[in-house]
């Protein structure tokens, strides 16, 4: 049985165990992973039961790897579309409705065409009804303004709202490293 590119993927996590990043989960493909093993750039902390061979070896598939050497966070996050949606969790801040990415844009609160510029401090996340509702006014003149004041996040509270959103597939192996430091709940 032939395995594909997207199947088996492994969890890296940073020297320090903790995920690279949470919002995209960061994964390789299995084979990324047993070559980084190969090159002894990782350590394996959790395998797969399936197997894969050479002519040399056989190896289990990694579930979970460690970096060896620790790669420091970004200290300031790019200003991106995807980190705008991130940051106001894929709210428009006009209505207040979760929309999917493909669903969203981002609105200069002071618009661009008023000397506003394209800032964390002036864009936010906003539904197409919304942003054409609002058009180029000043918020004062349109009526509709932003639920939160627009702000740039720092690299740890982009990775906290990545936590918000799990991926669609989560293996056993891996719950134990991506919410190690979640509050549990006494039995």
Request: glycine share 4%; charged share 25%; hydrophobic share 35%.
């Amino acid at each position: 049985m032939t395995l594909s590119a997207g199947s088996h993927p492994a969890l890296v996590l940073n020297a320090d165990f903790r995920p690279l990043s949470y919002y995209p989960l960061s994964l390789w493909p299995w084979h990324e992973a047993i070559k980084a093993v190969f090159l002894d750039r990782v350590n394996v902390i959790s395998e797969y039961e399936r197997t894969v061979h050479s002519p040399r070896h056989e190896i289990r598939l990694p579930s979970v790897i460690s970096l060896k050497e620790f790669i420091p966070r970004a200290r300031q996050p790019a200003f991106t579309r995807f980190n705008v949606f991130l940051r106001d969790h894929f709210t428009c801040q006009y209505c207040g409705k979760r929309f999917p990415s493909t669903d969203l844009t981002f609105d200069h609160v002071v618009p661009r065409s008023r000397g506003g510029q394209t800032t964390w401090e002036n864009v936010v996340t906003a539904c197409a009804p919304c942003n054409l509702r609002k058009g180029n006014k000043m918020p004062e003149r349109s009526g509709i303004h932003p639920r939160t004041r627009p702000r740039k996040p720092t690299a740890h509270q982009l990775q906290e709202a990545g936590r918000a959103f799990p991926p669609n597939y989560l293996h056993d192996s891996w719950r134990d490293f991506l919410y190690w430091d979640a509050v549990l709940d006494p039995e």
